[in-house]
Each structure stands twice: as structure tokens, then as C-alpha cells.
Nanobody
């Protein structure tokens, strides 16, 4: 059973940068497809970024493209989300997730594809 623990969230001002971490235990992170999602109050869970296991390609949601970068450190069994140019619209609980198997790339954007989830970390962007 894989366990995921997110960290790095907090309160930041608009324009700031932040790095979220997702540490995995119980299995090797890189044997899975990896992703970040977020959920703001009253809204559906939104795809943020993913790394496809089969080819290490990275995918981003339209609202974060060019500002956020997803990466992994196999040695630390940890995934990261580097966020820059943060905006109040980025305020949400951020979740990391893992999916087994080899889903086609378009399915990486759907929360239902994922088998394991962390508990989430709050990111608040406010002046």
C-alpha cells in the first residue's frame, strides 16, 4: 500500500513562488504515473500537472502552464511542484496522486484515473 504525504503549502503573497513536495512510502514512486491536482472551496478537483511513467512526458493544466513545473527525485522517492507567479486564483488544497498501469495521456487529467492520494496541503495566495 502506497502512502503519500504532501508538504510545503502555506500563505504567500501574489507573485511569490512556492515548492510543494509529495513523499511516497510503501512503494517506488517512479513505477507510477504521478500527478498534482487542486481543489478550491466550492469547486471541483482540477488537474494541475502530471508525469507519465511510460515516457516521462510532463503535462500541465491550462491555468498553470508556464508558471508551474512538476519534477521528481527518484533517490528521495519524492515528487515536487514548483509554483511561480502565484495568483489568488491558485488558492486551493493541493493533492498528489499516483496511477498504476499505462493510461493514455489524456486520461492523466482525470482524477478517476488515480489509485492513491495524499491528504493535501493548503496553499493560500493573498495580499
Amino acid at each position: 500500500q502506497v502512502q503519500l504525504v504532501e508538504s510545503g503549502g502555506g500563505l504567500v503573497r501574489p507573485g511569490a513562488s512556492l515548492r510543494l513536495s509529495c513523499a511516497a512510502s510503501g512503494d517506488t514512486l517512479t513505477t507510477y504515473n504521478m500527478a498534482w491536482f487542486r481543489q478550491a472551496p466550492g469547486k471541483e478537483r482540477e488537474f494541475v500537472a502530471a508525469i507519465r511513467r511510460a515516457n516521462n512526458n510532463k503535462y500541465y493544466g491550462d491555468s498553470v502552464k508556464g508558471r508551474f513545473t512538476v519534477s521528481k527525485d527518484s533517490g528521495k522517492n519524492t515528487m515536487y511542484l514548483h509554483m511561480s507567479g502565484l495568483d489568488p486564483e491558485d488558492t486551493a488544497v493541493y493533492y498528489c496522486a499516483l496511477a498504476a498501469g499505462s493510461p493514455i495521456s489524456m486520461y492523466l487529467r482525470y482524477a478517476t484515473t488515480y489509485d492513491y492520494w495524499g491528504q493535501g496541503t493548503q496553499v493560500t495566495v493573498s495580499s
